[in-house]
């Protein structure tokens, strides 16, 4: 039975389940789920009701992220509005129109969770929380932005039994500390793994496109510098590679000699073992000296927008928001579901650019996270 099943995009409102194994898929495994996905719209689950007497309702939390999903869209949408992106939906920047020129990157899409949250029933019941609705459409967005450049475009979205398989093909001694783990560790490992294996787009749940991010044709590697770089590693919400590329292999390497205790752990696992990875692959002495675009290697910027001393460096972000309008390039937590709500922030207004173009590509994190826009109290905002 395959593990890391890609769903074909046509096929709406049916979502295929995850089976644990950990033994390599056979040929004509792969053969028959590595099938080029069509466009289509993915719809946003119905949210729970909760009984109240003889009516049903629903409870203002969930609502409250339900409004945050319209929120996301919106500040996509605003952030759209200030920059002059190309107009080609067949093909991103450095892509060519030949159709026998193919990308050293594929046009495949990985997502990472402990459950599918595309399956209405772990990210819209009852018995889950709402914060998991709001990422779930969030990935949804995801995929609708990059079905618009993308026609043949494919997609996983992997759960811990889809990555036990895909570690045992990459990294097996990885697999003893897997389960005992925080979620976050898991992904490090996961995405890691499964672009080794089969290359493609990996994206965190909870980062928000403003527009699809396409990799210069010959990109083997791309990533992001983010805020504090080199001090934290690589901010690898984003991560792009090739298939059996060699940073991302030796990436998985650095985390086992981390977690056996061969080498230093750093503050994160996967920010810092990627960074290590790629210096030591590439040769790199001085991390914070490389250009952004070197032998292959692509790297975007986080950038903190409320931050001028970060804006400054970049002459289009800076422009754009000390326009009029610039206001609207910060992220807005909608108000009106309980005055006496508080609402963790933090971590909001850290967007993603190209320094190639100037552009702004993702925000780091959607509002609804723990560190941007989630509820605090569990009462009276339950």
């Known amino acids: 039975m ?9 096929v709406v409102g049916s979502i295929y389940g995850s089976f644990r194994s950990i033994t390599r898929r056979s ?3 792969k053969l028959a789920v590595d099938k080029t996905a069509a466009a289509a719209n993915w719809r946003r689950c119905p949210l729970p009701r909760i009984a109240t007497g003889p009516a049903t309702s629903t409870s203002m939390a969930w609502n409250y992220y339900h409004a945050l999903v319209d929120e996301n869209l919106k500040t996509a949408v605003r952030a759209r509005s200030f920059f002059s992106y190309p107009q080609s939906k067949k093909h991103g920047r450095g892509e060519s129109d030949d159709k026998d020129t193919k990308p050293r990157i594929p046009h495949r899409l990985i997502f990472t969770h402990k459950d599918n949250l595309l399956d209405c029933s772990n990210s819209a019941s009852n018995s889950t929380p709402p914060q998991l609705y709001n990422l779930a459409e969030n990935v949804k967005a995801t995929l609708n932005a990059y079905t618009q450049i993308w026609p043949d475009l494919q997609f996983a979205f992997l759960t811990d039994d889809d ?3 895909l570690i045992n093909q990459t990294e097996p001694g990885l697999i003893p500390y897997f389960d005992g783990l925080k979620g976050m560790y898991k992904a490090d490992i996961c995405r890691a793994a499964d672009l080794t294996l ?5 994206f965190d749940v909870d980062i928000l496109v403003v527009q699809p991010y396409v990799a210069p044709a010959d990109a083997k590697f791309v990533t992001v510098k983010g805020s504090g770089f080199p001090t934290f590693g690589f901010f690898q919400a984003f991560f792009a590679a090739e ?3 060699a940073i991302a292999r030796h990436s998985l390497k650095v985390m086992l000699e981390a977690l056996s205790g061969e080498r230093s752990r750093g503050k994160w696992l ?15 002495t001085n991390a914070s000296s490389v250009n952004f675009d070197v032998n292959n290697v692509h790297l975007l910027t986080e950038v903190h927008l409320t931050n001028p001393t970060d ?8 422009d754009s928001l000390a326009s009029i309008n610039g206001f609207k390039l910060i992220q807005r937590v909608p108000r009106g579901y309980g005055d006496d709500c508080q609402y ?16 702004i590509y993702f925000y780091s994190r959607v509002l609804g996270t723990t560190w941007c826009g989630s509820l605090k109290t569990d009462w009276p905002c339950s």
């Open 2 to 10: 395959p593990s890391a099943i890609l769903i074909t995009i046509f």
């Open 344 to 359: 963790q922030g933090g971590a909001c207004d850290h967007a993603v650019l190209d320094e190639a173009d100037g552009r």
């Open 27 to 29: 040929e004509t495994e």
């Open 311 to 318: 804006v400054s460096k970049y002459q289009k972000v800076s």
């Open 163 to 165: 990555c036990i398989d």
């Open 198 to 202: 089969h290359g493609g787009y990996y």
């Open 243 to 245: 298939k059996d590329s």
């Open 270 to 284: 996967g920010p810092t073992a990627l960074m290590e990875a790629w210096m030591e692959v590439e040769n790199v």
